[in-house]
């Protein structure tokens, strides 16, 4: 079974909605189409939209830490907002596990809205009908494309590669590598939701080096800077293998 | 959650309509065992006929709840998973046996079709009565079930959504009975009354105890799970976006803790003390149009207990949207 999903680092996003333009960019000229909005140039602008970027500070200033948290449809691999659904508009896809709305069958009653723990499904005013995240279904799933664009919108345009796409259930692959060895993580795990996006955690690289292993000591160049040596004969750098 | 009021108008309209269906079945059976006197069947026709103008009123105002109400009639078929889907057969089915039950009624076919040992004479109202009490009942646990059912939002999710829904149900549509009756000039007033003041004090019991659990427990998650920065200090400085969104108008009441406080003050008035103290003032002046009084009191208490409801619930998704820097 594939279960397609993103992975998005936290440690190299920077917050720049690269991902919601191109994603709002992407859906509302295709398939899940349009996107609406109310008041786009006016006060109070609202509209819809499959992917936002929020941002938290942690700690107290000045020794705060920024995350920018891209938020979207985490395709649940048990998806609450799918059995509550009278119609059947909602549905997960058997073949790669992506959630969707079928518009044609939707009566927009916003129940599903009510029962995803996550807040990323909305409702499309103008058409009346609840909309999210398809992760761009009709890229990935478009075989004319060659296989590097056969990707989510939103994933393409990152400048940071904060976003990595793949199948979770592939052990082998890119996400699950990510997962397994950079400590990916679910958002609200105590659900039982099992959220199919993961997120990657702030991560810190740093060595321990020792002023004496950055300085030979008994650099002949830098004799006279040196304090002088013991007159202990040969030292081991002094041989030759 | 934000309160719609389609929604809160469908439940308490079907609720009272369920509930006076119900009262005039109760009357029947105890004329049957001649424990109340038999009424006209002009009194149970007219009744159904009143129960079934609320259940179609209700089903009216939830058509306001959907985006494409000429679809509605998909939302029958994922009756398997869903609650919603199953309140959208329970209502139509308890309709259609009221209709039936007030029709048998109307016409007079009430001739016994057989009798059971020697002294239960069974009749179509009877059978018809019994087969939507069932509907009624399921309809009402349909109904809770749509919020009681989902885990995420703690205040519905428990067995005294049910309850509340059952009991204040049964209360206001008793009390209408009793209300109906006086105006009909029946004796059965006090018989109407007595059950509806039990019923709305079951409803009080299970009301009060949903308020105290509410005002206890915590969610389940916090800030630090929904992002997964496990800090001691996390605080939102963006919510990704400058303007209102869906998440931000459908998951916030917006309304102050005075005004809810006021709210919640006065559906226990309306809902419990008034109506019980006019019933039994009306029984003890006789009085006919008290009960109406008490009725139209509860009812309007109804409006303001469902609306509290709603803004009892606290949706996790809330914890996304807590500032803007
Ligand atoms: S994140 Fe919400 S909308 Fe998406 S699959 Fe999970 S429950 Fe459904
Ligand atoms: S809003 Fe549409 S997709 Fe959501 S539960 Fe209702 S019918 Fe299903």
Redesign the interface.
Known sequence: MTQLALVID?NVCVGCHAC?TSCKEWNTSGWAGPLTDQ?PYDA??????FN?????????FPNT???H?P?SCLHCEDP?CV???????SYKREDNGVVLVDYD???????C???????V???D?Q???MKKCTLCIDRITDMSLPESERKPACVLACPTRARIYGDIHDPDSDVSVAIREQGG???????GTKPSNH?L??RKTRIQIHEDELVRVDNPLKKEELPTLPEAGETLDDVAW | ?HPAFSVIFLTTLIGVGQGLFLALYTGQLYALANLLPAQSSNFYAVGSMVSLVLLFAGLIASFF?????E??W?????WR?????RE?LALPAAMGLIFLYGTVHFFDLTKPLFVISGTLPVDFSLIIGGLGTLAVFGLFLCTAM?YA?????KAWYSPLTVANFLFLGIGSGFMLAAAFSAYQGTSLVSFYGTWAVIATLFGLLTRVATLYRNSQFRC??DLK?????H?S???????????????TR??FHGRSHGLLNLIRYAFLLMVFAVPVILILLAYALESETLPLLAFGIQYLGLILERYHFFTEAQ????L??QSM?
């Open positions: 936290l919601v008041r109070d602008p609202t509209g819809v939209f936002r970027v929020q941002t938290y500070e942690a700690g107290v830490e920024t995350y948290f938020k609450p059995p509550v659904c009278p119609t059947g508009a069958k939707c009566i927009g009653c916003k129940y809205s009510w029962a995803c723990p996550y807040g499904r909305e409702f005013e058409q009346k009908v993580y679910p958002l609200q795990p105590e659900w997120y955690p702030r | 959650m709840h959907l985006g494409h109400p679809r509605a998909r939302a029958a078929t994922q998973t869903s609650w919603l889907s959208v749509i059912s989902l885990r995420f939002i389940k998650v799970s929904a992002v997964g920065v800090h200090q996390l605080e939102q400085k963006a919510q990704g976006f400058m303007g209102g969104s869906f998440n459908e998951f949706h996790p998704q809330n996304y949207y820097a």
